[in-house]
DNA sequence: AATCGAAATGGTAACGTTTTCATGAATGTT
DNA sequence: AACATTCATGAAAACGTTACCATTTCGATT
């Protein structure tokens, strides 16, 4: 039998469809002997439910979208292993969409995740435009931001606490002897690069050290943004002693700089990066780094989009707050 | 209208459901004008195809299963970039399974892929039980391998080159002068790892220089891998000048190992990686490496499972393989 | 003894498409 | 002028499930 629907197996358990569904679906409604019967059919046919039939007549497809721009990023793997994990142990599919940073693609994804009838949809990107929220918030379609720039009733917002670690990060090297830290920013229309940089400058002003605005340069949260912006920080008449990076990729870039100019890091100047790609523990020397969980990201997101059914508190604030973590590795050094 | 119909559509544009259906499938078979009256009362309508119902009775889902072993993997996410890029090209989404190197979760990805009604599936693991594949031929879904160990019957297989890239590596090396070229190969059970093994030794005795077991040591292509590996050769009397790498990870665990002893790369050892993920390029100095183009795999996986609507000449051998290509950057040097 | 409720099951109508098959109307062919 | 052919359309039957409404049986309650 190639293909075997439930009746095959409903006649060969002598029971009704009916029957059979509730064994699948619902086994506390059918007698366990009548159980045993119809999971022994299910078995002998190699019996596997059609999902498109049952999404069909349910309304519930257990599929959920997952929209990123390049799973290339670094940023992104590990976001939807988070993600798929929890979501495959609920019983849900995940369908995957890139967008490459092009809001056609974008709105293709959109597309197919509203045809594919999905039961919500993760959108880990920013270039996301308000037509297309409309598009999916008419159709109901349960969404979840990243770090999403403006807030909207009934839409889930992750939100990363930027503060803590950052924090964590400008402590660690007041403890050091380092006044003069500088900052290397990312892409200025990057809504979550601003808040990095925003945390930076209140942290500092903890403990009284005012911006100053030579110390803070733009990058584009790329290897190159980090060269760039590092070879402005080192030609200044008084150089920072250590600088912060918006993300790993540009303290990678910084680092890079440093040494090609013949600098030692941390022996010249200290670096701190954000995030913890995968990539940080393996620089020369290995990267500090404030570390931002991509897992977590991705379990959040899932547990925004499908509700606990223990819990029916909407605990949709608390919850959709991910921390953030000084991990501290070989690029920092007293003054 | 939350979630129009075809139906809806039709009784709008004053035409039966059939015709609805004709303009968007097959508009060769529908009047211009009639076609233009259809259009607009799907744009007035916001109306989308549910893709379950056309699932359901055309029999096809227009869904690509993608089981990888970990997205973690360096190795994975470029694979699944070309592999997605070209399907949904195609009109196809994307299903993606992990499984984690669990061969529970791996008949987890199956049922999965099953139950949805796949048009086919490329697996990207080795981790993969006959019994299952077993169940997917019975039900004639489409499979695809990446260097499995056995072909069979009507299951496509896509092959690496491997020997190209490494041939190009060892010319480069014998070039440079060395003549004493180590190897740190994969784990044994993986079979591509052994190819890659068979393909160093035999371009060695290309130029006559015979197998010194000494020389080939086992590594498990992580980091940790390499760092064990390079110290074993390190110890040895009379070290190799130049030593290759079965995969990336395993050159940066040795070249980590080189310069904790206080030596230097590519100065007293040469190092060629093999993969050339993303992260060869940032490593200090830039690793030379083998590169196997990932994207091109993923694409090759994707016209394995649908055949070009084109070419109907059954191209199933030539076409399945991927080259390797030496890729020098800066840890070789002459002798 | 009559009634009620719960437990176990079945019949059948959706669900929203595509796929036959059928029907006219128009065009071309002899 | 009669007859194929093509073109444009529609009606209705699938597709494989689940949801809804009965129905039957049986023990418990009054």
Redesign the pocket.
Known sequence: MA?P???QVASRA?????????T??TPA???A???ERVWAAIEELE????EP??S???GRSRLLGLIVSDITNPFFPEVIKGFEDVAVGQGFDLLIGSTDYDPQKMAGCVRRMVERRVDGVAIMTSEMDNHLIDQLARRKVPMVFLDVATPREGIANIAVNYESGIDEAIDHLVALGHRRIGFVSGPPHLKSAQIRRLAFLRSLSRYGIHEDNRLVVEGDHKVEGGLAAIARLLQLGVRPTAVLASNDLTAIGMMRGIQAAGLSVPGDMSVIGFDDIWLAQFTDPPLTTVRLSRTELGERAFHALVPEPAAAHGGTQQDLMVETKLVIRETTRPI
């Open positions: 293909k629907t439930i009746h002598k029971v009704s469809t009916t029957t059979v569904s509730r699948i679906n409604l059918v007698d002997e009548t159980a019996y596997y439910p059609s039939a049952r069909l007549v349910s």
